[in-house]
């Protein structure tokens, strides 16, 4: 994508990364959406109900793909391993967010979730057998300096935030980082988009409803349109994001991902008067600097590679 948008004539490359940057502004805007309309159901519905209704949203949107891929012949792998294990660490991921966002305020699990790249650079060493650099290297410690700095748990008072509630988080984000290394060895060994997301949101599906059918709450008809737009927002969500780094350069458009938390902050404090102190926000900004620049050093090592 970095080079064929580059060779597009000046005046379409302009109308191809304002296309992006809306794109992704707007797929950032929707994902926050859904985030605040899980967080708002959370109150009322047991984790696993809320995942799972999220889940099957998200298999249906798949549908059309499928059809089109071959319909049931989309499903077929050679590594069903690899899916169980991607399916493990998704869902734990998915059910550690959703939880964060009933105990937590919208902005900070949604910061926190931008820890992953940090997470993704350390993991990748062992796993991937990839080096990081000083620079690199410098980067993690410092963005996990502002998750610190946003947390400070050596500040305890009745405004303080639960660390227990956060750590569970930070582990889910963990595993997310996991997660997308597993993708990236799937994809390496030839294993088709379309299959790993099918079979993630079928693995996810069944494991959220065996778990939710011991404490089942059924939905009210305004409460049941709710799930449903909780899952619609976060497929459109991926659809947009998609459509969005397909259009532009990668190290244009992924600055403006970070949309999620100005949209995280207005709707915390519209909705459930969740102001941010300034150290929150301090925090913030050093934890998105050094993911800005940890993903601006995956993406020019890669082109120079």
């Not at 459509?243 to 190290?251: H, N």
């Amino acid at each position: 994508m970095e080079t064929s948008a580059l060779r597009l004539p000046a005046a379409d490359l302009r109308a191809a990364r304002r296309h992006a940057i809306l794109f992704v502004l707007s797929a950032s805007a929707t994902f926050t959406l859904g985030s605040a309309l899980v967080k708002a159901l959370a109150a009322d519905f047991p984790v696993l109900e809320i995942v799972m209704f999220r889940s099957i949203v998200g298999f249906l949107l798949m549908l059309p793909m499928i059809v089109r891929t071959g319909g049931l012949n989309a499903l077929k792998t050679r590594r069903p391993m690899g899916h169980v294990l991607r399916t493990a660490y998704g869902f734990i991921g998915t059910v550690t967010s959703v939880y964060g966002f009933g105990v937590l305020p919208l902005v900070t699990v949604t910061a926190l979730g931008f820890a992953m790249p940090l997470f993704l650079t350390v993991v990748s060493v062992p796993l991937l057998g990839e080096r990081v650099g000083p620079r690199r290297a410098s980067a993690v410690v410092v963005g996990f300096l502002g998750v610190m700095v946003m947390l400070r748990p050596w500040h305890v008072d009745a405004d303080s935030l639960p660390l227990g509630a956060v750590a569970i988080v930070m582990a889910g984000v963990f595993t997310w980082s996991l997660s997308m290394i597993n993708i990236r060895q799937m994809g390496d060994a030839g294993e088709r988009n379309v299959t790993i997301v099918s079979w993630y949101s079928l693995g996810t599906a069944s494991l959220a409803a065996i778990g939710c059918l011991a404490d089942w709450v059924t939905p009210t008809p305004w409460q049941l349109a709710a799930l449903v737009s909780a899952g619609l927002m976060s497929g459109l969500g991926q659809l947009l994001m998609t459509e969005g780094y397909r259009a532009a350069e990668t190290t244009l458009v992924a600055p403006f991902e970070y949309g999620a938390i100005i949209y995280a902050t207005v709707l915390g404090i519209a909705i459930w008067g969740e102001w941010p102190d300034v150290w929150s926000f301090v925090g913030i900004a050093v934890l998105i600097a050094s993911g800005l620049y940890i993903w601006h050093r995956e993406v020019t090592l890669g082109l120079r590679r």
